[in-house]
């Protein structure tokens, strides 16, 4: 892979300046097609913010479950679920707050 096929951006401190500072490095560049490697939850609020600075967005989710079990444990709680719960407040609260 060249060196120039990724871009470092080192400022942002949230998702918002996450789209907003590398779009302004790859349009000094001329690029405007991009890969978004992130996790699966927050790919939909990473693309659209990273669209609205006119980048066309390559979404690649890193983090699909696969679950293999006895169909019968899936009727059972699991104290797994209260994290994917915790993660999908805070992404919900994020897309409201807009960043």
């Known amino acids: 892979m060249p060196g120039n096929a990724m ?11 996450n789209a907003e500072f590398p779009a302004e490095i790859l ?5 405007s097609r991009v890969l978004l490697v992130t996790c699966a939850h927050h790919t939909p609020r990473a693309t659209r913010l990273l669209d609205t600075h ?7 989710a890193t983090d ?3 679950l293999s079990r006895p169909k019968w444990r899936n009727l ?13 407040i805070k992404e919900v609260v994020r897309r409201l707050v807009g960043r």
């Open 27 to 31: 349009a000094e560049q001329g690029v």
């Open 76 to 88: 059972l709680p699991e104290t797994s679920a209260l994290d994917g719960g915790s993660r999908a």
């Open 7 to 17: 871009v470092l951006e080192n400022r942002s401190r949230n998702t918002s300046q």
């Open 64 to 66: 699909h479950e696969v």
């Open 54 to 60: 006119g980048l066309e967005v390559v979404p690649v």
